[in-house]
């Protein structure tokens, strides 16, 4: 796997359910760190896999109960991926170099949806105060004729931010998803494959 495909993987895990961010001490002292907060085992090795082999180093994971816990401070690494993006629930975006690459941009794609999709029988779903980040989801998937639809909604409480809901309604599109872009959460994926009467064990599968 090419160290590109990596970053993506690891810029979409961070833009669902992380952050990077370099924070500064009262003395002057830098710190420079990343969380992360996955919910499911297969996910959490799939990203611990994915920074080691970027970084060498294999960043601690806590159990929670209801999810993992991952702290790590590695100047180089939030260094490099504070350039390529923003991260953070209300600016969090796709890096540039990736963006024009079909191939590689379905690896952010395929992390971004491990953290923050939800899988139903009538659809796949994310949600975000990020409107402009959905959309461009919405753009990428049309390289793959994915059609989705975008929803605004707005939340109880006037302090909380307006919510914006991206879905994956028809069968079909729900299908082509499967196939091209798919997910490591193993959950998700067989929830998602267990909709679907197949011919033959090998009509899905996402790509590697």
């Given at each position: 796997m090419t160290k590109l495909k990596l970053i993506a993987e690891?810029?979409?895990?961070?833009?669902?359910?992380?952050?990077?961010?370099i924070r500064k001490e009262k003395t002057g002292k830098s710190h420079y760190e990343f969380r992360f907060y996955p919910d499911h085992e297969s996910v959490l090795k799939r990203f611990l896999y994915v920074f080691e082999?970027?970084?060498?180093?294999?960043?601690?994971?806590?159990?929670?109960?209801?999810?993992?816990?991952?702290?790590?401070?590695?100047?180089?690494?939030c260094i490099d991926?504070?350039?390529?993006?923003?991260?953070?629930?209300?600016?969090?975006?796709?890096?540039?170099?990736?963006?024009?690459?079909?191939?590689?941009?379905?690896?952010?794609?395929?992390?971004y949806f491990d953290c923050d999709g939800y899988v139903s029988k009538k659809y796949i779903q994310l949600q975000s105060v990020n409107e402009k980040g959905l959309k461009e989801i919405s753009k990428l998937l049309t390289n793959w004729n994915i059609g989705t639809k975008i929803y605004r909604y707005e939340r109880p409480n006037k302090n909380w931010n307006v919510n914006y809901l991206l879905n994956i309604n028809k069968k079909q599109d729900r299908l082509k998803f499967l196939k091209t872009i798919g997910f490591n959460h193993k959950v998700k994926l067989n929830k998602l494959k267990s909709f679907y009467v197949l011919e033959s064990p090998n009509q899905v599968g996402h790509q590697n």
């Open positions: 690891l810029c979409g895990f961070l833009a669902a359910d992380g952050s990077v961010f082999q970027l970084y060498g180093v294999t960043p601690h994971a806590k159990n929670m109960g209801n999810y993992f816990y991952v702290q790590i401070q590695n100047k180089k690494a991926l504070l350039k390529l993006a923003k991260f953070g629930s209300l600016s969090w975006s796709i890096p540039k170099i990736i963006k024009n690459d079909k191939k590689i941009v379905r690896f952010w794609l395929r992390a």
